[in-house]
């Protein structure tokens, strides 16, 4: 399995709603990354897990929440968002051997905030 | 800070021709640098990369050139073809809290015209 597999792959919501997206892989990858697209914009990164911990927060606010629940898994749980944070919303994943890898990114989540 | 910069922001060539996108980092430690390319409405593809005791690297039409001392690295695709038409991000390598992060350039537009 060569795939990372992200879930929904389109997600519309108000702001006062909770949601979560979801991100799976089976490639034995132990770092895990969260990305935000805006169109015609590079991903610009969220947050790094690296073998289940969080290593590194971009300073995203608070209404973004990650967890990693086990190697395989990758959350992002939304709260209170605003209509800015529209987006497409990328996992990916590497190795993590100690030298940089490239990412298998998933196919994301378009997320509109109304 | 790290920045990449990426040139051109948009590429037009005829078919057949070559391809030829300039990156630019900031950061010497950088030590790998991958190419993706994003098709429209898709995620983003690793297409090739290059490890810092590397000059060049192909793969069939695309090869990837570094040059450490200027921290210059370039994409160049050969024989184009109307499906390498897509945007194009450079990345290089930041080692962040024990774990590594991409930071992205800014994209090429390629548009190749049959």
């Known amino acids: 399995d060569t795939e990372v597999t992200q879930t929904p792959k389109h997600l519309v919501m108000g702001m006062t709603n909770k949601k979560s997206l979801k991100c799976e892989q089976h490639?034995?990858?132990?770092?895990m990354y969260w990305y935000k697209q805006k169109a015609k914009k590079p991903p610009e990164l969220m947050f790094v897990?690296?073998?289940?911990?969080?290593?590194i927060n971009e300073s995203v606010p608070s209404r973004f929440s990650p967890e990693c629940p086990n190697s395989s898994l990758l959350n992002l749980h939304l709260h209170a968002l605003q209509p800015e944070d529209s987006a497409l919303y990328l996992c990916?994943?590497?190795?993590?051997?100690?030298?940089?890898?490239?990412?298998?990114f998933g196919s994301g989540t378009r997320l509109t905030v109304v | 800070g790290e920045n990449v910069e990426q040139h051109p922001s948009t590429l037009s060539v005829q078919e057949g021709d070559s391809a030829v996108i300039k990156c630019t980092y900031s950061?010497?430690?950088?030590?790998?640098f991958p190419w993706y390319k994003q098709e429209l409405g898709k995620r983003p593809q690793l297409i090739i990369d290059?490890?810092?005791?590397?000059g060049e690297k192909k793969d069939q039409r695309i090869a990837v050139t570094l040059n450490k001392t200027a921290k210059h690295f370039s994409l160049h695709i050969t024989e184009t073809q109307p499906e390498d038409s897509a945007v194009y991000f450079c990345?290089?390598?930041?080692?962040?809290?024990?774990?590594?992060?991409?930071?992205f350039g800014t994209g090429t537009r390629l548009k190749v015209l049959a």
């Open positions: 897990y690296s073998y289940e911990k969080l290593s």
């Open positions: 950061d010497s430690a950088s030590n790998y």
């Open positions: 990345a290089a390598s930041i080692k962040a809290s024990g774990t590594y992060k991409y930071i």
């Open positions: 490639m034995g990858h132990r770092a």
């Open positions: 990916a994943s590497s190795q993590d051997k100690g030298e940089p890898y490239g990412y298998t």
């Open positions: 290059i490890r810092s005791n590397v």
